[in-house]
């Protein structure tokens, strides 16, 4: 978190302490709540609605396109499908083309990017090529690759990692017949991998890597894979690998980097929120692990599981409303 009192957010709580220290008086304390929990304008309500409702409309002209393929499967031939498809590309490109580098360009190269995998399953279906599914999606990630990199539009780079993270999943079961645990390890590493080059390129100041869902979804893809991991390590011990001890082990690394991110770079209450959701996760299981193999009277081993939950709950709370006031007044 910044040191900088002008980088801290104006919450209320720090308005206050201002006013109490003689900063504020009692006129500028009024003036400045107002503005801290002020409605946002109506130009910013009409941004907001235009970008929820250019988003679902878009998903649902993709649903009904996939729904019409599906219903009228028999009744078309392969060059109607593969037509039909071609075409649906070849019109959301020309609209991307034509509305450039506006959202709703953006979401017309997305709209066709994500029809580039019906257009592959049809192909396949149509002339059998033998293809297994995870070459699909992987086929599908490199074919819409230059256009990700052009967009500079996030949702695309997520659609981008969510294509490999399956690709990957289904060569790992299909063609190497691995551990899963080896693959929720890889997968960590794939989207830790994706997150750390979105901070590092946000702290450069590009544009278009701004805004902080992107980031919360790649830390969320890259600690639940370590969660589960950490889990398997902690319940049960004895069918862990070496695998799930990494993964335990780089859980606490990514915790740990994830705290230092909030106080020396950028405040981040979500990912603390992630951090004291998986320490719980983890102290909950250890301590529901040794009363169980020590315990015969089970009904009471519950009801001291959900007394430490409440009592975790009650710590994160007060934690995180610390941490949300800032080093200075913590």
């Not at 490199?142 to 695309?156: E, K, M, N, Q």
């Not at 639940?224 to 862990?240: M, N, S, Y």
Request: hydrophobic residues 60%.
């Amino acid at each position: 978190m910044s040191h900088d009192l002008l980088d801290l957010a104006a919450t209320p709580e720090r308005l206050r302490t201002l006013a109490d220290a003689g900063v504020l008086n009692p006129q500028g304390l009024e003036h400045a709540l107002r503005l801290a929990v002020a409605t946002p304008q109506r130009a910013a309500w009409r941004r907001f609605l235009s970008t929820v409702l250019l988003g679902f409309g878009s998903l649902l002209v993709l649903s009904g396109v996939i729904y019409f393929f599906a219903y009228n499967w028999a009744a078309l031939h392969r060059f109607g499908k593969l037509g039909l498809l071609l075409a649906a590309i070849l019109g959301a490109c020309v609209a991307a083309w034509r509305l450039g580098e506006t959202l709703a360009g953006q979401f017309a190269l997305l709209f066709a990017a994500v029809l580039v995998g019906p257009l592959l399953a049809v192909y396949g279906q149509a002339y059998q090529t033998g293809a297994d599914p995870y070459e699909l999606f992987l086929g599908w990630g490199g074919l819409i690759l230059p256009w990700v990199l052009l967009a500079r539009f996030a949702p695309l780079w997520l659609l981008l990692l969510v294509l490999v993270n399956t690709g990957l999943s289904l060569f790992w079961f299909q063609v190497a017949d691995g551990e899963g645990t080896t693959l929720a390890l890889v997968l960590a590493l794939v989207n830790g991998a994706a997150w750390v080059a979105h901070e590092a390129l946000a702290v450069r100041g590009l544009s278009w890597l701004t805004g902080r869902w992107m980031p919360r979804v790649l830390a969320m893809m890259t600690m639940a894979p370590l969660l589960g991991l950490g889990e398997l390590q902690v319940a049960v011990p004895r069918e862990g690998d070496g695998a799930s001890l990494v993964g335990l082990g780089l859980l606490v690394v990514v915790m740990v980097a994830a705290y230092i991110f909030h106080r020396q770079v950028r405040s981040e209450l979500f990912l603390l929120t992630l951090d004291a959701v998986s320490a719980m996760t983890l102290v909950t299981t250890l301590v529901g692990r040794v009363l169980f193999k020590t315990s015969s009277f089970d009904a009471g081993v519950f009801l001291l599981l959900a007394l430490l939950i409440i009592g975790e709950v009650g710590l994160t709370v007060w934690w995180l409303r610390a941490e949300a006031r800032g080093p200075e007044e913590a």
